[in-house]
Each structure stands twice: as structure tokens, then as C-alpha cells.
């Protein structure tokens, strides 16, 4: 399947990653969602090799490569059958320390996560009283002399229990007296051995997927000064920079699933024979692999501009997010389709379809819901009045 001119530029980093997740197999991804446990094994070699590191510079021990190839060993990941969703944490939250950290941070953590002995796998923004309303959250940093003291609570918050290192977003000014409500929001790099039972609490969130998430409870959490990244009240134009990481990544996420998908289907219905011949002599049967084929591309041609604008250090939210939204309804009805196109068989655990499906459909709703994204592109790129 061809993938456009910039992406396809990079064979080896594709053949490589497809081989190392190949080489686990389908029925280790199958066991680990059945017994919804880690697949730490897949993250530790994905690591040891060098994939987690790609974003962090060479002078820190990383790959030193852009966004672009982040991107494919994503796709790749979730085109062999594996799911992303256990590990891309890091390659977004490193950007943002990457790109807001003071020298010292850098210094002290990029070497330990590119040689993988600390992981930063962690982003807590989302609270359960505020759901999207991101700059109503209610999660406060109060300082203290050299610290500050953490009260609240977030949710849905991923591979805690994996992680040593979380980046927490929390008003550190109150609402009513900033301009902005944007403004007075922070973010700490919390070490999370240290936190644990100590003012901060987790309670796991068992799901659809074999995704690791949990509810946080935050009662008196002391943070030394030092874990704040970048300016006090700036927190939230950081983790905007972030976020558009994250949506790219993800939408290059879905166009690997969607791919997977389409690659099932095609495959399945060329050798699957009802009515003395190969199901996909009908149209019915072809026409749809063919517009999700179509849609997948669409999709990927949306996550190259993106990633251009971003790579170059362009304004690029509402490519993101549009990306985001075209790719993960894209895998969405390539999953539909692939099932479809299997009959009965779309629903047998042995044929890893149906865990796919349920693994693609996350991402309509995290790490931003369609409806926000349509209003962002309605306000920002149509200049209609913003509905909240
Ligand atoms: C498995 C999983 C993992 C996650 N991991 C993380 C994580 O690691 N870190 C983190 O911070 N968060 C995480 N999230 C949270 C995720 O980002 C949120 O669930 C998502 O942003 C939606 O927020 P909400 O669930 O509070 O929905 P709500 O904000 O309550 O929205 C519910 C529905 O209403 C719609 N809606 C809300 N307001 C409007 C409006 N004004 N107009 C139109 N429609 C509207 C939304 O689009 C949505 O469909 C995760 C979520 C899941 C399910």
C-alpha cells in the first residue's frame, strides 16, 4: 500500500519496528488484553532498541529524530497488530520536557529516559468535575517555602503503574484572579516512586481495553519548587504543545490500524470462497475495504502536514486535531469494515480483530472528543462564535 512521498522515505525505521512487533506474535498481544496486563516485555524491547528514545537529542543519549519518525514507529507498531496506546506516552511527554524543561531537568532526566531507566510515561491533565473544560480544572498547586502542595483529583490517567516519571497540570493562581483562565495553570514533573503514598493515591480503572488508567487522588502531595517545568501560570500554552504531539502521533496511530485493517480484509476476502467463488468478486464486498483504503489516505496525507508544520516549529492545532479526527474515524470504519468482511469470524479473540476494533475506537474520545475538535476547527479556522 503506498504511503506518501516524506513518510515513505524510511523504510528501515518500518521494516525494523514491524519485525521487532512480529516477533512477539499475535496471540502475546491476545493473552495480555485477556489478562489486561502490561505488555512490559513489547515496551522493554521497543526501549533496549532504541525506538523510545527517538525524540531526545543525540547530546542526551537519544536518536535525535523529529516528529516525522515518532510517527512511523507508531503507525508500524499498530500496523503489525500491536498497540501503541502502552508506551507512545513517552514520546509526547518527553517533548514537552524536551522543549520547556530547564538545562537542569534536561541534564538530570533525558539520558535516564533515553537509556530507559526512568520512564515518563505519564500526562495527568483530565478531571472528573471538568471533563474537557481543561482550564476550569480544580487540582491546586499551592507553594510552600521550597515547595508546593498538591490538592485534588484527576482521572483517566495512563501507565502510572509503569511509569516513574508524570507531568501533572494544576492552577497554581487562582481562577478569579487571572485575566485569562488560561493563564495560572502549571506543570510539575512529579517522580512518582517518591509520591506514591505520600499524598498521592491511585485507584485503577479496569476498561474496553488493555489500557492501564487509574483515578488520582491528591491529599497534601509535597513537590519540591524544583519540579516545576518552565514559568509558573504558563503551564497550559506547554501542555498545548504537547497535546499537538500527542494528536499527531495518535492519528498516525489510526492509520496504522486502519491499514491493519485493510490489509485483513483484502487478504480475507480474496481467499474466503461462499458460493463457489472468492467473496470479493462482489462489489459490496470490495467497495468498502476500497473507501476505507480511500479514507486511510486521506487521513495519512492529513498527519504529513501536520507533522511538517510541527517538525518545523509552525503553528499547527488545527492540523492536529484535524488529522486526529479524520484518522481515528478512519480506523473506526476500516474496523467496521474488516469485521464485516469476516462474518462470523470478526468476533472470534483468535483472529485479533475484534481487540483492534475495541483498542481504535478510544481514539474518537481521548485524548480530545470529536465535538471538541469540530468546534476548534468551527472557531479557529471558520471564525464562528465559540458555543461555550
Ligand atoms: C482509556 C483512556 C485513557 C485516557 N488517558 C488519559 C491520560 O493519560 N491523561 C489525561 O489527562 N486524560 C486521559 N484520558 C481522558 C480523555 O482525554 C477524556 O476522557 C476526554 O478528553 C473526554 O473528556 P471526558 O471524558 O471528561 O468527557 P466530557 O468532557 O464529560 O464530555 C463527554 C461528551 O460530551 C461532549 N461535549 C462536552 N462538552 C461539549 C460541548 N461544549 N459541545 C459539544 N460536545 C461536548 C464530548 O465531546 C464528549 O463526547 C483518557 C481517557 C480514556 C477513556
Not at 474515524?329 to 469494515?337: Q, V
Request: charged letters at 25%; hydrophobic letters at 40%.
Amino acid at each position: 500500500m503506498p504511503i506518501p512521498a516524506a513518510r515513505s522515505d524510511y523504510p528501515e525505521i518500518r521494516d525494523a519496528v514491524r519485525a521487532l512487533v512480529r516477533g512477539f506474535g499475535d496471540a502475546y498481544f491476545r493473552e495480555k488484553d485477556e489478562a489486561r496486563e502490561y505488555p512490559e516485555e513489547f515496551v522493554e524491547s521497543l526501549t533496549k532498541e532504541g525506538w523510545m528514545a527517538a525524540l531526545i537529542p543525540a547530546e542526551f543519549g537519544g536518536a535525535g529524530l523529529g516528529l516525522i519518525e515518532a510517527s512511523i514507529i507508531m503507525e508500524e507498531i499498530n500496523r503489525a497488530g500491536g498497540n501503541s496506546g502502552a508506551c507512545h506516552g513517552q514520546m509526547y511527554n518527553m517533548n514537552t520536557l524536551l522543549r520547556h524543561g530547564s538545562a537542569e531537568q534536561k541534564a538530570k532526566f533525558l539520558p535516564q529516559i533515553a537509556s530507559g531507566a526512568l520512564r515518563l510515561q505519564s500526562m495527568a491533565v483530565t478531571e472528573p468535575t471538568t471533563g474537557t473544560n481543561t482550564t476550569d480544572l480544580k487540582t491546586r498547586a499551592v507553594r510552600k517555602g521550597d515547595s508546593y502542595v498538591i490538592e485534588g483529583q484527576k482521572v483517566w490517567i495512563s501507565r502510572i503503574q509503569h511509569s516513574d516519571l508524570m507531568i501533572l497540570l494544576a492552577r497554581t493562581t487562582p481562577r478569579d484572579e487571572v485575566k485569562r483562565k488560561s493563564d495560572g495553570l502549571s506543570i510539575f514533573l512529579v517522580d512518582l516512586h517518591a509520591a506514591l503514598g505520600k499524598g498521592m493515591e491511585i485507584r485503577p480503572i479496569r476498561n474496553m481495553v488493555n489500557h492501564e488508567t487509574n483515578e488520582v487522588f491528591f491529599d497534601g502531595l509535597e513537590l519540591p519548587a524544583s519540579s516545576l517545568i518552565g514559568e509558573e501560570g504558563k503551564g497550559f500554552r506547554y501542555i498545548l504543545d504537547g497535546m499537538n504531539a500527542e494528536r499527531i502521533l495518535i492519528a498516525a496511530e489510526c492509520v496504522g490500524d486502519a491499514r491493519y485493517f485493510i490489509e485483513r480484509a483484502a487478504a480475507y476476502a480474496s481467499e474466503r470462497e461462499v458460493f463457489g467463488g472468492p467473496i470479493c468478486q462482489n462489489q459490496v464486498i470490495q467497495f468498502p475495504i476500497a473507501r476505507a483504503y480511500t479514507q486511510m489516505r486521506a487521513a495519512d496525507a492529513l498527519v504529513s502536514q501536520a507533522i511538517e508544520l510541527f517538525d518545523s516549529g509552525e503553528p499547527c492545532g488545527s492540523e492536529a486535531n484535524m488529522a486526529k479526527m479524520v484518522a481515528s474515524e478512519a480506523s473506526w470504519f476500516a474496523g467496521d469494515t474488516c469485521i464485516q468482511t469476516h462474518g462470523g469470524y470478526g468476533f472470534a479473540e483468535e483472529y485479533d480483530i475484534e481487540r483492534k476494533f475495541r483498542e481504535t475506537r478510544l481514539y474518537q474520545v481521548a485524548p480530545i472528543s470529536t465535538n471538541l475538535i469540530l468546534s476548534h476547527v468551527a472557531t479557529h479556522e471558520l471564525g464562528m462564535p465559540k458555543s461555550f
